[in-house]
């Protein structure tokens, strides 16, 4: 069983950045696509974005060209490089793990029960918040 632990949230201006970490323990990483999501106060969660277990990415339109996601099969750990934060960037943010052996699959959107359905690994989320 996949277990994931979020690292790397905190406080930040805006226009700053943070790098999110997503440490796997369990299994290892190879069989899994990666999602990062998140959920604001008030807000559905949404899909940031994720990383296939053959490396192909997708982002929500609002990460693209600031947010970057990269994989380390070897150390267990999926990253999420965040620059140019913006205010409405701060939520809760959640790794979630895809067991799939197809290599392209990395679905971000959807229903919700179809993303959990998907997506049966769960880590506690880290906080990031961004200040204007």
């Known amino acids: 069983q996949l277990q994931l632990v979020e690292s790397g949230g905190g406080l930040v201006q805006a226009g700053g950045s943070l790098r999110l970490s997503c440490g796997a323990s369990?299994?290892?990483?190879?069989?899994?696509?990666i999602a990062w999501f998140r959920q604001a106060p008030g807000k559905e969660r949404e899909g940031v974005s994720c990383?296939?277990?053959?490396?192909?990415?997708v982002y929500a339109d609002f990460a693209k060209g600031r947010f970057t996601i990269s994989r380390d099969n070897a150390k267990n750990q999926v990253y999420l490089q965040m620059n140019g934060l913006k205010p409405e960037d701060t939520g809760m943010y959640y790794c979630?793990?895809?067991?799939?052996?197809?290599?392209?699959?990395?679905?971000?959107?959807?229903?919700?029960?179809?993303?959990?359905?998907?997506?049966?690994?769960w880590g506690q989320g880290t906080q990031v918040t961004v200040s204007s």
């Open positions: 369990g299994s290892t990483l190879d069989y899994y696509g």
């Open positions: 979630a793990g895809l067991l799939t052996t197809e290599k392209d699959l990395c679905p971000l959107w959807g229903r919700r029960q179809d993303i959990e359905f998907l997506y049966r690994s």
């Open positions: 990383i296939a277990t053959g490396g192909r990415t």
